[in-house]
Protein backbone atom coordinates (compact mmCIF):
# COMPACT_ATOMS: atom_id res chain seq x y z
CA UNK A 1 0.00 0.00 0.00
CA UNK A 2 1.28 3.35 -1.03
CA UNK A 3 1.84 6.39 1.27
CA UNK A 4 1.82 9.98 0.36
CA UNK A 5 1.85 13.69 1.87
CA UNK A 6 -1.37 15.42 1.41
CA UNK A 7 -2.00 18.70 2.80
CA UNK A 8 -6.04 19.03 2.59
CA UNK A 9 -9.32 17.06 1.32
CA UNK A 10 -11.75 19.49 0.19
CA UNK A 11 -15.03 17.74 -0.04
CA UNK A 12 -18.15 19.26 -1.97
CA UNK A 13 -16.07 21.06 -4.65
CA UNK A 14 -17.89 22.50 -7.61
CA UNK A 15 -14.63 24.01 -9.71
CA UNK A 16 -12.43 21.19 -10.11
CA UNK A 17 -14.39 19.18 -12.57
CA UNK A 18 -17.79 18.36 -13.69
CA UNK A 19 -20.09 17.77 -10.81
CA UNK A 20 -19.89 17.71 -6.95
CA UNK A 21 -16.04 16.25 -6.30
CA UNK A 22 -13.42 15.39 -3.10
CA UNK A 23 -10.49 17.37 -3.94
CA UNK A 24 -7.52 15.74 -2.83
CA UNK A 25 -3.92 17.95 -2.25
CA UNK A 26 -1.10 16.76 -2.81
CA UNK A 27 2.31 18.24 -0.99
CA UNK A 28 4.88 19.05 -3.15
CA UNK A 29 5.49 20.75 -6.17
CA UNK A 30 8.82 21.51 -8.86
CA UNK A 31 7.20 24.73 -9.52
CA UNK A 32 6.96 28.16 -7.58
CA UNK A 33 4.51 30.26 -9.57
CA UNK A 34 4.85 33.89 -7.92
CA UNK A 35 0.82 33.84 -7.71
CA UNK A 36 0.65 30.54 -5.97
CA UNK A 37 -2.69 30.41 -4.10
CA UNK A 38 -1.63 27.30 -2.24
CA UNK A 39 1.99 27.79 -0.81
CA UNK A 40 2.27 25.46 2.03
CA UNK A 41 1.66 22.73 -0.91
CA UNK A 42 5.24 23.43 -2.61
CA UNK A 43 7.74 22.07 -0.02
CA UNK A 44 7.09 17.77 -0.06
CA UNK A 45 7.26 17.82 3.85
CA UNK A 46 4.92 18.96 6.38
CA UNK A 47 5.11 22.31 7.86
CA UNK A 48 4.81 24.20 10.37
CA UNK A 49 2.03 27.03 10.84
CA UNK A 50 2.21 29.95 13.03
CA UNK A 51 -1.20 32.52 13.20
CA UNK A 52 0.51 35.65 14.63
CA UNK A 53 -3.13 37.09 15.22
CA UNK A 54 -3.49 33.84 17.91
CA UNK A 55 0.04 34.05 19.30
CA UNK A 56 1.10 35.39 22.97
CA UNK A 57 4.66 35.16 22.12
CA UNK A 58 5.07 33.57 25.18
CA UNK A 59 7.91 31.59 23.43
CA UNK A 60 7.08 27.90 25.10
CA UNK A 61 7.01 26.76 21.98
CA UNK A 62 10.79 27.57 21.54
CA UNK A 63 11.16 25.90 24.84
CA UNK A 64 9.65 22.43 24.47
CA UNK A 65 11.58 22.07 20.41
CA UNK A 66 13.64 19.26 21.30
CA UNK A 67 15.62 19.93 18.01
CA UNK A 68 16.42 23.69 18.74
CA UNK A 69 13.93 24.35 15.36
CA UNK A 70 12.46 27.37 16.55
CA UNK A 71 13.42 30.49 17.54
CA UNK A 72 12.38 34.08 18.38
CA UNK A 73 13.08 36.51 15.22
CA UNK A 74 12.26 39.98 16.33
CA UNK A 75 8.14 39.20 16.57
CA UNK A 76 8.03 36.36 14.75
CA UNK A 77 8.45 32.91 15.88
CA UNK A 78 10.91 31.40 13.47
CA UNK A 79 11.08 27.56 11.93
CA UNK A 80 14.47 26.36 10.66
CA UNK A 81 12.66 23.73 8.21
CA UNK A 82 15.69 21.70 7.81
CA UNK A 83 16.27 21.43 11.63
CA UNK A 84 12.32 20.25 12.19
CA UNK A 85 11.81 16.90 12.28
CA UNK A 86 7.60 17.54 12.62
CA UNK A 87 7.39 15.52 16.19
CA UNK A 88 4.51 18.03 17.25
CA UNK A 89 5.96 19.21 20.48
CA UNK A 90 5.51 23.03 19.95
CA UNK A 91 1.76 22.34 18.65
CA UNK A 92 0.95 20.36 21.36
CA UNK A 93 2.67 22.64 24.34
CA UNK A 94 1.29 25.75 22.73
CA UNK A 95 -1.72 27.63 24.85
CA UNK A 96 -3.45 29.94 22.55
CA UNK A 97 -3.07 27.10 19.57
CA UNK A 98 -1.77 29.47 17.30
CA UNK A 99 0.77 26.35 16.09
CA UNK A 100 -0.86 24.15 13.86
CA UNK A 101 0.32 21.61 11.21
CA UNK A 102 -0.04 21.22 7.27
CA UNK A 103 0.63 18.09 5.03
CA UNK A 104 0.26 14.53 7.01
CA UNK A 105 0.93 11.09 5.36
CA UNK A 106 -2.00 9.13 4.31
CA UNK A 107 -2.32 5.38 3.24
CA UNK A 108 -3.93 5.17 -0.17
CA UNK A 109 -6.72 3.36 1.95
CA UNK A 110 -6.90 5.75 3.92
CA UNK A 111 -7.59 8.33 0.94
CA UNK A 112 -10.02 6.27 -1.01
CA UNK A 113 -12.02 5.19 2.86
CA UNK A 114 -12.63 9.20 2.79
CA UNK A 115 -13.66 9.71 -0.79
CA UNK A 116 -15.97 6.62 -1.09
CA UNK A 117 -17.72 8.54 2.03
CA UNK A 118 -19.59 10.65 -0.57
CA UNK A 119 -19.70 8.25 -3.79
CA UNK A 120 -23.69 8.91 -3.50
CA UNK A 121 -22.90 12.25 -4.79
CA UNK A 122 -20.86 12.12 -7.51
CA UNK A 123 -23.04 9.54 -8.66
CA UNK A 124 -26.27 11.98 -8.54
CA UNK A 125 -24.10 14.92 -9.79
CA UNK A 126 -21.87 12.86 -12.11
CA UNK A 127 -18.49 14.39 -10.01
CA UNK A 128 -16.33 12.22 -8.25
CA UNK A 129 -12.62 12.90 -7.20
CA UNK A 130 -9.59 15.49 -8.37
CA UNK A 131 -6.15 14.88 -7.67
CA UNK A 132 -4.71 18.38 -6.96
CA UNK A 133 -1.74 20.11 -5.25
CA UNK A 134 0.92 21.14 -5.30
CA UNK A 135 1.81 18.76 -8.37
CA UNK A 136 0.38 15.18 -8.43
CA UNK A 137 3.48 13.94 -10.61
CA UNK A 138 5.47 14.97 -7.95
CA UNK A 139 4.04 11.61 -5.84
CA UNK A 140 3.79 9.62 -8.85
CA UNK A 141 3.54 5.71 -7.21
CA UNK A 142 1.16 6.91 -4.94
CA UNK A 143 -1.03 8.62 -7.53
CA UNK A 144 -0.84 5.97 -9.91
CA UNK A 145 -2.06 3.47 -7.10
CA UNK A 146 -4.86 6.29 -5.97
CA UNK A 147 -6.37 6.28 -9.30
CA UNK A 148 -6.23 2.45 -9.81
CA UNK A 149 -8.81 2.00 -6.59
CA UNK A 150 -10.48 5.24 -7.64
CA UNK A 151 -11.47 3.45 -10.82
CA UNK A 152 -11.84 0.23 -9.00
CA UNK A 153 -14.69 1.93 -7.05
CA UNK A 154 -16.62 3.18 -10.23
CA UNK A 155 -15.31 6.62 -9.00
CA UNK A 156 -14.35 9.60 -11.72
CA UNK A 157 -10.76 10.60 -11.64
CA UNK A 158 -9.22 14.17 -12.83
CA UNK A 159 -6.20 15.05 -12.04
CA UNK A 160 -5.26 19.01 -12.14
CA UNK A 161 -1.28 18.97 -12.82
CA UNK A 162 1.32 21.31 -14.15
CA UNK A 163 2.72 18.38 -16.72
CA UNK A 164 5.90 19.34 -15.92
CA UNK A 165 7.63 15.84 -15.80
CA UNK A 166 9.28 13.24 -17.86
CA UNK A 167 6.74 12.23 -20.73
CA UNK A 168 6.74 8.42 -19.93
CA UNK A 169 5.59 9.37 -16.34
CA UNK A 170 3.26 11.87 -17.30
CA UNK A 171 1.94 9.75 -19.83
CA UNK A 172 2.13 6.56 -17.27
CA UNK A 173 -0.35 8.50 -14.84
CA UNK A 174 -2.49 10.07 -16.77
CA UNK A 175 -3.23 7.19 -18.71
CA UNK A 176 -5.17 6.22 -15.56
CA UNK A 177 -7.09 9.48 -15.25
CA UNK A 178 -10.45 10.17 -17.14
CA UNK A 179 -10.33 13.83 -17.56
CA UNK A 180 -7.01 15.80 -17.23
CA UNK A 181 -7.18 19.55 -16.13
CA UNK A 182 -4.04 21.02 -17.62
CA UNK A 183 -2.42 24.07 -15.97
CA UNK A 184 -0.95 26.79 -18.94
CA UNK A 185 1.10 29.63 -16.68
CA UNK A 186 2.77 30.83 -20.07
CA UNK A 187 2.90 30.44 -23.99
CA UNK A 188 6.52 32.03 -24.29
CA UNK A 189 9.26 30.01 -22.75
CA UNK A 190 11.42 32.67 -21.10
CA UNK A 191 8.11 34.66 -19.64
CA UNK A 192 7.06 31.34 -18.05
CA UNK A 193 10.64 30.34 -16.04
CA UNK A 194 10.21 34.17 -14.85
CA UNK A 195 6.82 33.53 -12.87
CA UNK A 196 6.99 29.98 -12.07
CA UNK A 197 11.20 29.27 -11.82
CA UNK A 198 10.60 26.37 -14.90
CA UNK A 199 10.85 26.28 -18.23
CA UNK A 200 7.99 25.13 -20.49
CA UNK A 201 9.34 23.30 -23.10
CA UNK A 202 8.55 19.62 -21.28
CA UNK A 203 4.67 21.13 -20.66
CA UNK A 204 4.33 21.68 -23.93
CA UNK A 205 5.26 18.57 -25.43
CA UNK A 206 3.14 16.62 -23.05
CA UNK A 207 0.42 18.54 -23.77
CA UNK A 208 0.55 18.16 -27.30
CA UNK A 209 1.45 14.34 -26.97
CA UNK A 210 -1.93 13.87 -24.58
CA UNK A 211 -4.19 15.84 -27.30
CA UNK A 212 -2.98 14.01 -30.01
CA UNK A 213 -3.51 10.87 -28.25
CA UNK A 214 -7.08 11.60 -27.62
CA UNK A 215 -7.20 11.88 -23.74
CA UNK A 216 -9.66 13.96 -22.93
CA UNK A 217 -7.88 17.21 -21.82
CA UNK A 218 -9.25 20.78 -20.40
CA UNK A 219 -5.89 23.53 -20.55
CA UNK A 220 -6.62 26.24 -18.11
CA UNK A 221 -4.80 29.49 -17.81
CA UNK A 222 -4.58 31.37 -14.61
CA UNK A 223 -4.63 34.83 -16.29
CA UNK A 224 -2.00 37.00 -13.90
CA UNK A 225 -2.44 40.76 -14.26
CA UNK A 226 1.08 41.66 -15.51
CA UNK A 227 2.19 38.23 -16.13
CA UNK A 228 -0.14 36.85 -18.70
CA UNK A 229 -2.99 39.04 -19.27
CA UNK A 230 -2.02 41.13 -22.18
CA UNK A 231 -4.40 40.60 -25.20
CA UNK A 232 -1.30 39.67 -27.19
CA UNK A 233 -0.77 36.71 -24.56
CA UNK A 234 -4.35 35.57 -25.09
CA UNK A 235 -3.60 35.49 -29.08
CA UNK A 236 -0.67 33.65 -28.52
CA UNK A 237 -2.26 31.82 -25.97
CA UNK A 238 -5.00 30.69 -28.56
CA UNK A 239 -2.58 30.02 -31.42
CA UNK A 240 -0.90 27.79 -29.45
CA UNK A 241 -3.76 25.75 -28.24
CA UNK A 242 -5.26 25.67 -31.93
CA UNK A 243 -1.48 24.50 -32.82
CA UNK A 244 -2.09 21.50 -30.62
CA UNK A 245 -5.71 20.47 -31.45
CA UNK A 246 -7.30 21.98 -28.03
CA UNK A 247 -10.65 23.06 -28.91
CA UNK A 248 -11.52 24.70 -25.47
CA UNK A 249 -9.79 26.15 -22.70
CA UNK A 250 -10.99 27.74 -18.79
CA UNK A 251 -9.46 31.48 -18.25
CA UNK A 252 -9.15 31.43 -14.61
CA UNK A 253 -8.74 35.13 -12.92
CA UNK A 254 -6.39 35.85 -10.17
CA UNK A 255 -7.41 36.27 -7.12
CA UNK A 256 -6.16 36.71 -3.75
CA UNK A 257 -7.78 33.76 -1.94
CA UNK A 258 -4.17 32.15 -0.67
CA UNK A 259 -2.71 35.57 0.50
CA UNK A 260 -2.76 35.29 4.84
CA UNK A 261 -0.93 31.82 3.93
CA UNK A 262 2.03 33.30 3.14
CA UNK A 263 2.17 34.74 6.57
CA UNK A 264 1.44 31.58 8.44
CA UNK A 265 4.25 30.09 6.68
CA UNK A 266 6.34 32.67 7.30
CA UNK A 267 7.14 33.77 3.75
CA UNK A 268 6.86 37.57 2.26
CA UNK A 269 4.25 37.38 -0.77
CA UNK A 270 4.89 40.06 -3.37
CA UNK A 271 1.31 40.58 -5.32
CA UNK A 272 0.01 42.03 -2.29
CA UNK A 273 -0.84 44.83 -3.50
CA UNK A 274 -2.27 43.32 -6.87
CA UNK A 275 -5.90 43.60 -7.58
CA UNK A 276 -8.03 40.39 -8.01
CA UNK A 277 -9.75 39.80 -11.35
CA UNK A 278 -13.14 39.24 -12.20
CA UNK A 279 -14.63 37.56 -15.41
CA UNK A 280 -16.20 40.84 -16.51
CA UNK A 281 -12.35 41.97 -16.27
CA UNK A 282 -11.29 39.45 -19.09
CA UNK A 283 -14.44 39.86 -21.46
CA UNK A 284 -12.31 41.55 -24.23
CA UNK A 285 -9.25 38.26 -22.81
CA UNK A 286 -11.83 35.74 -23.91
CA UNK A 287 -13.05 37.38 -27.28
CA UNK A 288 -9.73 36.78 -28.80
CA UNK A 289 -9.64 32.95 -27.87
CA UNK A 290 -13.01 32.90 -29.53
CA UNK A 291 -11.92 34.86 -32.28
CA UNK A 292 -9.34 31.93 -33.41
CA UNK A 293 -12.15 29.16 -33.19
CA UNK A 294 -11.00 28.21 -29.02
CA UNK A 295 -14.11 27.75 -26.79
CA UNK A 296 -13.17 30.10 -23.88
CA UNK A 297 -15.00 29.85 -20.39
CA UNK A 298 -14.64 30.91 -16.93
Not at 10 to 37: A, N
Request: glycine content about 10%.
Amino acid sequence: MQQGIIFNIQKFSIHDGPGIRTVVFFKGCPLRCRWCSNPESQRPQPELLWDTARCVRCLTCVGVCPHKALSQESDRIRCEQHACTGCGDCVAACPSEALSWTGRVFTTAEVLQVCRADQVFYEESGGGVTLSGGEVLAQPDFAEELLILLGEAGIHRAIETSAYTAPELFQRITDKADLILFDLKHHHRERHFEGTGVYNDGIIENLRTALARGQRILPRIPVIPGFNDGLDDAAAFAGLLRSLGAGAVQLLPFHQFGHNKYALLGRDYGLTAIKALHPEDLEAYKTVFEAQGIEAFF
